[in-house]
């Protein structure tokens, strides 16, 4: 499975040699998080070059977001903010990526293998269904710059209604209750606040696009980025600045919002082996996840 990354920022990753096969061009990735186990993950790229590639399959469910520059997907042009997702195993056109583009790729159930296909494209044809089912689902292409904001509703709190979100992608499956992926861009308004303490059923990774927030784990800015697996308790939040916040989200399954109020943590015993009032001995909280160097260190309290 992939690591809990509460808080990273991009400029303290390193860059590695790009996970896109059978391409013609120069890139680099940062790894936003990994999963070792199957090939799973998420990445920003760069391209240093104009870089192409012909059409054909990839290993694992693809998405694709641009940052800037451009991406031409067969006759489909993306600029800032354009969007497409691919199952696996479902042929997608031939690409192009002009060079000074940069892109966040994520990928599930698999690896960054990729197949040429020289079936004319003429014949593509998307077929029905979902992830969660046992068909390939159809290539989902959104561009968010056109795309009108609307307004979050749910289920649970009245601090959440007044979030606003675009709709990329969801993957549902009526018939078994089950819940597949679900990919949307998120803002949250000027002095948009949420004090309380929650956690939910599902994990959560985002990508901050663009305005600042203030959140117990640390400062908010464009270019951080969290991935936080299910049940992990979090909060609160302040969007600090005249703008508001905008993240990219992605989810396994619908955001449901478990919320503990009044939260009271207390941790009891007696010290056996070591001096609980040396700073250098004091203990820890346990389960730390990775942080980023640059939003600083942790106090102790979480935050």
Not at 153 to 176: A, H, M, V
Not at 209 to 218: A, D, I, K, P, R
Not at 229 to 249: Q, Y
Request: include cysteine.
């Amino acid at each position: 499975m992939r690591p809990h990354v509460e808080m990273v920022h991009q400029r303290d990753l390193i860059w590695h040699a790009p996970e896109l096969p059978r391409g013609e061009g120069r890139a680099r990735q940062q790894n936003l998080s990994y999963d070792e186990e199957n090939g799973a993950g998420s990445f920003k790229v760069f391209f240093e070059s104009d870089w192409g590639r012909p059409g054909g399959y990839h290993s694992a469910d693809t998405e694709w977001f641009v940052l800037e520059g451009r991406v031409h997907l067969g006759d489909t042009d993306f600029g800032p903010g354009g969007y497409w997702r691919a199952p696996a195993g479902l042929r997608v056109p031939h690409m192009r990526v002009e060079s000074g583009s940069e892109v966040l790729i994520f990928r599930e159930y698999g690896d960054w293998g990729f197949s040429i296909s020289d079936r004319d494209e003429s014949d593509f044809v998307p077929k029905g269904g979902n992830t969660v089912s046992e068909e390939p689902g159809e290539l989902t292409i959104m561009h968010t710059e056109k795309m009108d904001f609307i307004q979050n509703k749910p289920e649970r709190g009245l601090t959440q209604q007044f979030l606003q979100k675009k709709d990329l992608f969801f993957d549902w499956d009526p018939n078994y209750q089950t819940k597949g992926f679900r990919t949307f861009v998120c803002h949250a308004p000027a002095g948009w606040g949420d004090e309380r303490l929650m956690h939910h059923p599902v994990f959560e990774e985002a990508y901050c696009l663009s305005g600042s927030m203030t959140y117990n784990y640390g400062p908010i800015s464009p270019g951080v980025y969290f991935w936080r697996p299910a049940r992990v308790k979090h909060g609160s939040f302040l969007a600090d600045n005249e703008e508001g916040t905008t993240w990219i989200f992605r989810l396994d399954g619908d955001l449901i919002n478990w919320v503990t109020l009044e939260p009271d943590f207390i941790v009891k015993g007696i010290a056996d082996n070591y001096d609980p009032d040396d700073p250098m001995q004091a203990p820890e909280i346990a389960g730390i996840p990775n942080r980023s160097r640059s939003i600083g260190p942790w106090d102790g309290y979480g935050r």
